[in-house]
């Protein structure tokens, strides 16, 4: 099941505070500029776990 969501950047307030890329971006994915249903995807990583890994590194 393919879900869509058409939301033009003056509909959504969170939206028009995407930079001009941005912006560029987000539409494109809309349009299938990049392919057919072509997806950004975000994990969700809970700030101990970054935190755990990010303390050693900074040493």
């Known amino acids: 099941?393919?879900?869509v969501l058409a939301v033009l950047v003056n509909d959504w307030p969170a939206l028009s505070r995407l930079?001009?890329?941005e912006s560029a971006l987000y539409q494109g994915?809309?349009?299938d500029t990049y392919?057919?249903?072509?997806?950004?995807?975000?994990?969700l990583i809970s700030?101990?776990?970054a935190?755990?890994?990010l303390h050693p590194a900074a040493g």
């Open 29 to 31: 994915l809309g349009n």
């Open 35 to 43: 392919g057919p249903a072509v997806r950004l995807e975000q994990e």
């Open 19 to 21: 930079t001009a890329e």
């Open 47 to 49: 700030w101990d776990w």
């Open 51 to 53: 935190l755990e890994r």
């Open 1 to 3: 099941m393919v879900c």
